[in-house]
């Protein structure tokens, strides 16, 4: 098992773009480079869902972690935010023409497209809890 962390204390709006390149630069170290799209993408969702709604924009504790376990990459995002329940957003409008569509809505969608697993959970002591896998061929 490989595993890395970053840790902050107090993740807000302008810290996003490092989050993203802790977890880019960790691939590439590993030299999974074909996977960087689909995981900058649903890190960059994620880590602003956190920012905004489980913070409020005021920022908080913020943990991710990078695994490479077998052939699955696992990226894994903390934080002590407001509980949040992803079975309560609507699935978004995504059959009509893009100019009739509401905007925003298609974080939580586009992570479930790109990955093979997102798992959500939530403890009283440990908080939010993401979990993003793709399998690699590795």
Same mark, same amino acid.
């Given at each position: 098992m490989n595993e890395d #962390? !970053? #840790? !902050?204390?107090?993740?807000? &709006?302008?810290d996003i773009p490092a989050i993203v390149?802790?977890?880019?630069?960790w691939l590439q170290q590993?030299? *999974?480079?074909?996977y960087i799209?689909?995981?900058e993408t649903a890190v960059d969702e994620a880590s602003t869902n956190v920012v905004k709604h489980?913070?409020?924009?005021?920022g908080g504790f913020f943990q991710i972690s990078c695994e490479l376990n077998g052939a699955d990459i696992i990226i894994?995002?903390?934080?002590?935010?407001?509980?949040?329940?992803?079975?309560?957003?609507? *699935?978004p409008e995504v059959d009509s023409a893009l100019k009739e569509r509401k905007a925003g809505g298609l974080?939580?969608?586009?992570?479930?497209?790109?990955m093979d697993r997102v798992d959500y959970g939530y403890s009283e002591g440990e908080g939010n809890? &993401? &979990? *993003?896998v793709k399998r690699t061929s590795v």
């Open positions: #962390t !970053l #840790t !902050l204390e107090s993740a807000i &709006l302008k390149d802790f977890v880019v630069n590993r030299k *999974l480079d074909k799209f689909p995981f489980a913070y409020g924009g005021r894994t995002i903390r934080d002590h935010g407001a509980k949040f329940d992803p079975g309560s957003v609507p *699935l974080g939580i969608y586009m992570m479930k497209k790109m809890r &993401l &979990l *993003l």
